[in-house]
């Protein structure tokens, strides 16, 4: 968990999504949550892996995401822990995202969940899936570069 003196610190990562899919375009989203939802997010309690975003009326919904409950929190007063949470983006963004959403094959993942001056927001990624021969192709590139990195380094 990266910490840093502009109060910006990385609750999650979804590194999964990089691998999955390739990333297209990004965005930068607030969340509607629940008091004890933003305790759990604090706290770092939280799965991106399995999470995806939807378009449904004009809005962008989280969904899939796992945000523990609170331990400290009354159960009458705690948050289920896959519910479905409003994204909040600028209603021009969501207006774009609705075009570029309905073009085949492309579909919104989150990447991170972090804390920004004390508020809870997301990355979320405009994403292509990646076929079993894109995946390859990427693991060999990225093995090629460290292999090149490893003799430069070694040539010192």
Known sequence: MADSSDGYKIVSDNRQ??????????????????????KSIRQGKVNLRDGYALIKDGELWLHNVHISPHTM?????????????????????????????????????PLKLYLQRGWVKATIALAKGKKLHDKRESLKRKQESRETARALSGRD
């Open 17 to 38: 999504a990089r691998h999955e899919y390739e990333i297209l375009e990004t965005y930068e989203a607030g969340l509607e949550l629940m008091g004890s939802e933003v």
């Open 73 to 109: 929190t009354n159960k009458a007063y705690n948050h289920e822990a896959k519910r479905t949470r409003k994204l909040l983006l600028h209603r021009d963004e969501i207006r774009k995202l609705i075009g570029k959403v309905e073009q085949k094959g492309l579909t919104l993942v």
